[in-house]
T-cell receptor, first 107, second 114 residues
Framework: KNEVEQSPQNLTAQEGEFITINCSYS?????LHWLQQHPGGGIVSLFM???GKKKHGRLIATINIQEKHSSLHITASHPRDSAVYIC?????????FGTGTSLTVIP | GAGVSQTPSNKVTEKGKYVELRCDPI?????LYWYRQSLGQGPEFLIY????????DSGLPNDRFFAVRPEGSVSTLKIQRTERGDSAVYLC????????????FGPGTRLTVL
C-alpha cells in the first residue's frame, strides 16, 4: 500500500492543452511537494504547500487538507513541460513519494 | 548561487565492492537527505541529517549502507559489499532547516553494480 497515490500514471497531451495531475495521500502531513523530474534524473521542486493554492507561471497547485488531495495544473502546455511529475508529502518524521506521472506534450 | 552537487555523476562497480557517493548541499542548509530511485519508481527515502547527526536513518535498507556528515555540510553515502540490487540513482537534497521546508535536489549519482 502506498501512502501517496498519483493519477494518471502516464499522460499524453497536445500542445496547448490544460493538464491536471492528481495526488491523494493517506497520512497526516505538514506539507506537500510537487517535483519535476526530467530525463537524466534531475529533480526540481515546483511547489511546497500546506493549504490553499499556489501559482507559478503556467503552473498551479492546489491542496485540500480535509480530502487529503492535491492537484497540479499546467495551463497552455508546451513540449518542454514533458517530464515526470512527482507528488511527495512530509508525514510526521517520514517523507513519502508517489511513483510519478509521466507527461508527454506533443507539438 | 550554487545548487546541490553530487559526485560522481555515474559510478560503475563490481558486485562486492565498496563505493562512496558524495553530496555537497547548498551552503547554509542544515538539513540533508539521501534518497534512492530505482528505474520507473519514485524516490525512496534513505536517511536525513540535521546538522552533523542522522536524525532519521530508518530508510537505510540494511547495514551495508551508511552515511556520514562530519562537519554538517558535505555528506558521504557509503555502500559496502555492493549487490546488483543496489543499482539505482542516488539522490541528495538539502533544505534550509528541518523536514517541513522546501528541499533542493542534486542531479543524482547513477550507480550500476555489475
Amino acid at each position: 500500500k502506498n501512502e501517496v497515490e498519483q493519477s494518471p500514471q502516464n499522460l499524453t497531451a497536445q500542445e496547448g492543452e490544460f493538464i491536471t495531475i492528481n495526488c491523494s495521500y493517506s497520512v497526516g502531513i505538514s506539507a506537500l511537494h510537487w517535483l519535476q523530474q526530467h530525463p537524466g534524473g534531475g529533480i526540481v521542486s515546483l511547489f511546497m504547500l500546506s493549504s490553499g493554492k499556489k501559482k507559478h507561471g503556467r503552473l498551479i497547485a492546489t491542496i485540500n487538507i480535509q480530502e487529503k488531495h492535491s492537484s497540479l495544473h499546467i495551463t497552455a502546455s508546451h513540449p518542454r513541460d514533458s517530464a515526470v511529475y512527482i507528488c511527495a508529502v512530509n508525514g510526521g518524521n517520514q517523507f513519502y513519494f508517489g511513483t510519478g506521472t509521466s507527461l508527454t506534450v506533443i507539438p | 548561487g550554487a545548487g546541490v552537487s553530487q559526485t560522481p555523476s555515474n559510478k560503475v562497480t563490481e558486485k562486492g565492492k565498496y563505493v562512496e557517493l558524495r553530496c555537497d548541499p547548498i551552503s547554509g542548509h542544515t538539513a540533508l537527505y539521501w534518497y534512492r530511485q530505482s528505474l520507473g519508481q519514485g524516490p525512496e527515502f534513505l536517511i536525513y541529517f540535521q546538522g552533523t547527526g542522522a536524525a532519521d536513518d530508518s530508510g537505510l535498507p540494511n547495514d551495508r549502507f551508511f552515511a556520514v556528515r562530519p562537519e554538517g555540510s558535505v555528506s558521504t553515502l557509503k555502500i559496502q559489499r555492493t549487490e546488483r540490487g543496489d543499482s539505482a540513482v542516488y539522490l541528495c537534497a538539502s533544505s534550509l532547516a528541518g523536514r517541513g521546508n522546501e528541499q533542493f535536489f542534486g542531479p543524482g549519482t547513477r550507480l550500476t553494480v555489475l
